[in-house]
C-alpha cells in the first residue's frame, strides 16, 4: 500500500516533496457504469470482447482507494448512456491553473463526450476553452507536463497543428512527440513523468525529433523495452513518491525503488480490453504550469 504523500519525509506543508512534481494529488474519474467495448478504435479493442460489469466497478472503486490512499482527491464526472468511453477521463482536455482545454476528438464515436466534459468542468469554475477550426487534440492522453512544458504526442489520436493552438489557449511551452507505432496510440501509453528528474520512457516508439525532445527534457529515463511497454507500466498515475500502475515489470520495479518510489499495481484488465490503464482513467485538475 502507498505511503500517503503529507507523511513522507521532506513534504512541505501542501503536501509536495522536494523534487516531486507539483501536480497529480486531484483526479477527475467517471463511474464505469456504461463503460462497454462497442467499437474499434484502436488496436487493443476488438468487436465481441465482453466487459464484466461487476469486476469493472470492483476495479474502478479499488483504484480509488488505492489513489486516495496515495494521498490524491478524487472528483468524480456523471456516466453517460452511450458513452462507454467517458471513463477515460484523461482524454476530455487538459488543464492549466483555472483553464480547461476541451479535447476534439477524432473518432465520431468519442464526439457526444465533449459537451458533457464542457458542462463538468465550466460548472465547477473553470474557464472552458475549446480548439479553433476542425483540428483534433485528444487532452491528457496526448500531452503531459514535465517541468516546465508540455510534451504532446501526435499522429493517430491529435493532430500535430493542435499543438501551437494548445499552447495559446493554456499558454504553456508545447513540445512535440511523433507516436510512430499504432499499438501506442496515445502519449500516455507511452511517458509517466515521476518527478522533476524522472521520467518513464518509450523511445522505441517515437520519431527521431520526438526522442531528442524527451533526451534533452528529462534528466534521468527509465526507458522501456517493448516488451514491458506492452504491459501499459507507463500508463501509470504518481503522487508524490507514489505511484500507482496497472502492471510493474521486474526491472522497471527494481529501478523506481531505487529511485525512491513506492509502487502499488491496480488491476484494470476489464479497462484495458478497450486499451485504457490507469492514467486513462484519470485527469489531474492541479497542473499549474504558469
Not at 77 to 98: I, R, S, W, Y
Not at 224 to 236: D, G, K, Q, R
Not at 263 to 276: H, I, R, S, T, Y
Request: hydrophobic fraction near 45%.
Amino acid at each position: 500500500m502507498p505511503v500517503p504523500v503529507a507523511a513522507q519525509a521532506g513534504a512541505s506543508a501542501d503536501g509536495v516533496g522536494e523534487g516531486e512534481n507539483s501536480w497529480g494529488r486531484r483526479y477527475l474519474m467517471c463511474r464505469p457504469t456504461h463503460f462497454e467495448v462497442l467499437y474499434r478504435i484502436n488496436p487493443w479493442m476488438h468487436h465481441g470482447v465482453a466487459v464484466d460489469p461487476e469486476a469493472a466497478q470492483a476495479q474502478w472503486e479499488a483504484l480509488v482507494a488505492l489513489l486516495r490512499a496515495a494521498g490524491a482527491d478524487v472528483d468524480e464526472q456523471p456516466p453517460q448512456e452511450g458513452l462507454p468511453d467517458l471513463v477515460f477521463t484523461a482524454n476530455a482536455g487538459l488543464v492549466n491553473g483555472d483553464r480547461f482545454l476541451a479535447s476534439r476528438f477524432r473518432n465520431p464515436e468519442r464526439q457526444g463526450e465533449m459537451v458533457h466534459d464542457i458542462a463538468w468542468f465550466g460548472e465547477h469554475g473553470w474557464e472552458v476553452h475549446e480548439l479553433p477550426g476542425a483540428v483534433v487534440h485528444e487532452g491528457a492522453g496526448d500531452a503531459l507536463p514535465f517541468r516546465h512544458v508540455l510534451l504532446s504526442g501526435h499522429r493517430w489520436r491529435s493532430d500535430v497543428a493542435a499543438h501551437p493552438l494548445v499552447a495559446h489557449e493554456l499558454q504553456v511551452p508545447v513540445r512535440p512527440v511523433e507516436l510512430i507505432d499504432e499499438r501506442f496510440y496515445h502519449l500516455d501509453i507511452t511517458f509517466c513523468p515521476l518527478d522533476d528528474r524522472h521520467a518513464i520512457t518509450t523511445p522505441g516508439v517515437w520519431g527521431g525529433h520526438g526522442r531528442k525532445v524527451v533526451e534533452a527534457l528529462v534528466p534521468e529515463p527509465l526507458a522501456l523495452e517493448l516488451h514491458e511497454a506492452e504491459t501499459f507500466c507507463a500508463n501509470s498515475v504518481v503522487v508524490g513518491r507514489n505511484i500507482v500502475m496497472p502492471s510493474c515489470p521486474p526491472r522497471v520495479g527494481r529501478q523506481l525503488e531505487r529511485w525512491g518510489f513506492e509502487v502499488a499495481v491496480a488491476d484494470v484488465g476489464e479497462f484495458l480490453k478497450a486499451g485504457g490503464g490507469v492514467r486513462c482513467l484519470t485527469l489531474a485538475l492541479d497542473v499549474d504550469l504558469r
